[in-house]
């Protein structure tokens, strides 16, 4: 009888969970991205360096934390009416990210914005504060390199 309550606690524990990913378009199966994992590592690699240490780029740094995005705002998704379209291809997206970035108020930027939650109909994918949301931050002001 114990294990059904500790099974029926975590399926309790687990029901926020999927309903917010039902509702939202934020990839949860995904997790927290890794420090430590290739592509996303340390400012070396073009990876997370949100702490000013080294040049980060849109297709190594940003465009990896956009892909969530992707559930969302690809033709015939349910962002599909929107003015952020995804093709698949970093290349091809920088272009259209660019047009959410401010590199002279860099807070400001819409793409920060959206992602936070404000105005934007998939709620909250990275919150003020959160590495992710200070990776994108911090290549908004350096510049918005490719």
């Known amino acids: 009888m114990s294990s059904d309550r500790r099974l029926s606690g975590r399926l309790w524990a687990l029901a926020p969970v999927l309903v917010a990913a039902a509702l939202g378009c934020a990839d949860f199966s995904r997790g927290r ?17 949100g702490d000013g240490q ?16 992707m559930n969302c705002h690809v033709p015939g998704g349910a962002a599909s009416s929107t003015s952020l379209i ?4 970093a290349t091809a997206d920088y272009t259209v990210v660019l047009s959410f ?6 807070g400001s ?5 959206k992602v936070s939650g404000n ?8 919150a003020p504060g ?3 949301y ?5 290549w908004i002001q350096q510049g918005a390199p490719p």
Do not use: K, N, Q
Request: charged residues 10%; hydrophobic residues 40%.
């Open 33 to 49: 991205p890794s420090l430590d994992a290739g592509g996303a590592g340390g400012a070396a690699d073009g990876g997370m360096a």
């Open 134 to 138: 200070e990776t994108i931050l911090a």
């Open 86 to 89: 995804f093709t698949g291809s």
């Open 130 to 132: 959160t590495p992710e």
């Open 109 to 113: 930027s819409r793409l920060l914005s």
């Open 101 to 106: 970035v401010d590199t002279a108020t860099p």
């Open 119 to 126: 105005g934007h109909g998939g709620g909250t994918i990275y």
């Open 54 to 69: 080294g040049a980060l780029s849109f297709a190594t740094a940003v465009y990896p934390l956009l892909t969530v995005c």
